[in-house]
């Protein structure tokens, strides 16, 4: 389920989960459905699309120009004029080649519990990942202030052997840091008690290291805003990092345990103390060996619009890692740029409301309301319109070939990697463009 991905995984401090977690707003169904529908297509088209223009020109420095126009279609999809009946067919095709990779660079892969189609992509697309990361650990605080790492029970051994007989993606599970975060940042005890419950579980259950979610965390807690604090915070996920290094894989012993960081996009213009910075990046490098970067989630019901418009996607890592060049190259090799395979389906008039979709709600929209494509150049990606039974008008976000095609090849134009959140949520043709 799509809705849960945003209870764990959307940053706290921006309080976008909640919003997107918010049931759609009572529907009002009052004798002027046609006009509304009308004010709310005039309304999307002509204030949403173009505030969302405006705010993505206005972070957009310097993008170069139509760069993005460049394309080497590979399948028939990847353009901007395309019909639902198209993307009915290509759905239900076969897979080109589950083995063939389109790009050398690391390819993470999300996979959530609830959604076992993740698992099921994971096993026959194996190839095309570099990296695997189930959602299955929390770390938290039990009585008084001992630890406990919380999530064996959803580590599925069976499926953990296939994938290792399969190919060489590496599984690391994502653990997200829930306990106290003053406790564990203040006390040596406490620290020196997480990092040994993480690098045990990696080595009992033969993991390649975890994925690391505590940044937005701690922004939550305003952990973020006190120099000291911050420091503290930075050393806590140093001192992790090391730990793993030192313990060589099992699977390969030339190789260490590895720690992936995740980190979320700045929200505004300027850089924020509780942001994590080009600084913070460079000061991290030795300790960590990727950075999962969440560049997801910039609409939410009360601003509907794109999930991910490439403007703000090259915003977002130009800030980083400064101008295209030599110095953002040899930064940009650890990144693993987000890419959604869920879109939204958000109403427009009854209020603001909607939320998520994955790919079988998305093949039943178009199947029941066989809508028309428009292409938002702006921000890179499809969307239609439709009205529902009740007459309430809603817009679709979720991507498709020509979408992912183009932040596919921004990740290549900067040598960053990708992370997809998360493949059980796309559609079987998605995986042909990796
Ligand atoms: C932009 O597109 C035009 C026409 O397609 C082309 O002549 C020009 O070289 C392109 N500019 C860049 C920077 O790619
Ligand atoms: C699929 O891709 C792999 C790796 O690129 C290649 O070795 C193999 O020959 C391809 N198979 C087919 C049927 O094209
Ligand atoms: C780990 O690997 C290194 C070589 O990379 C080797 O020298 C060392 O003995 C290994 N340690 C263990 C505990 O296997």
Not at 83 to 103: D, G, M, P, V
Not at 231 to 242: C, I, P, R, S
Request: hydrophobic share 35%.
């Amino acid at each position: 389920m799509a809705r849960r991905r945003d209870a764990r995984v959307a940053p706290s401090q921006y309080r976008r989960s909640e919003r997107v977690e918010k049931p759609t707003q009572e529907f009002k169904v009052d004798g002027s459905g046609f006009d509304r529908k009308l004010i709310a297509i005039f309304v999307f088209l002509f204030v949403v699309i173009p505030s969302v223009s405006v705010l993505v020109y206005k972070i957009n420095t310097a993008r170069p120009t139509n760069r993005s126009e460049v394309l080497v279609p590979r399948r028939g999809l990847i353009k901007t004029d395309i019909n639902y009946q198209e993307i009915l067919s290509e759905n239900s095709k076969l897979t080109e080649n589950a083995s063939h990779r389109h790009y050398n660079y690391p390819v993470l892969a999300y996979i959530t519990p609830w959604n076992s189609r993740g698992y099921e992509m994971a096993k026959r697309f194996t190839s095309k990942f570099t990296h695997l990361s189930p959602v299955w650990y929390d770390l938290k605080s039990s009585q008084g202030s001992s630890l406990l790492l919380e999530g064996r029970h959803n580590a599925d051994k069976q499926w953990l052997s296939e994938i290792k007989m399969n190919g060489d993606a590496l599984v690391l599970p994502r653990v997200v840091l829930e306990a106290s975060p003053m406790e564990l940042l203040r006390k040596k005890k406490q620290r020196d008690k997480a990092i040994e419950l993480m690098v045990t579980e990696c080595k009992e259950m033969q993991y390649d290291g975890i994925v690391l979610e505590s940044w937005s965390r701690w922004a939550a807690y305003g952990i973020l805003n006190d120099p000291d604090k911050r420091n503290m915070a930075l050393n806590f996920v140093k001192q992790l990092g090391h730990a793993l290094h030192s313990v060589n894989s099992t699977r390969n012993r030339e190789q260490k345990l590895q720690l992936i960081y995740v980190i979320g996009p700045p929200r505004s213009e300027r850089l924020q103390q509780h942001d994590f910075g080009p600084e913070d990046l460079q000061s991290l490098d030795d300790a960590v060996d990727g950075f999962s970067l969440m560049t997801y989630d910039f609409s939410n019901p009360h601003n509907p619009g794109p999930n991910a418009p490439t403007q703000w996607i090259h915003f977002t890592l130009q800030s980083l890692l400064g101008p295209p060049g030599k110095t953002a190259w040899s930064l940009a090799r650890k990144i693993f740029l987000g890419i959604n395979f869920y879109g939204n389906d958000f109403t427009l008039s009854g209020g603001s409301g909607g939320g998520p979709i994955i790919g079988r709600d998305y093949i039943s929209l178009l199947e029941k309301h066989k809508p028309a494509f428009q292409w938002e150049k702006n921000s890179g990606e499809h969307f239609f319109l439709y009205s529902d039974d009740n007459h309430i008008n809603h817009a679709v976000f979720y991507p498709t070939s020509m979408s992912i095609h183009l932040r596919l090849e921004e990740a290549r134009s900067w040598g960053t990697g990708i992370s997809i959140w998360e493949i059980g949520q796309g559609l079987d043709n998605f995986f042909d463009l990796l």
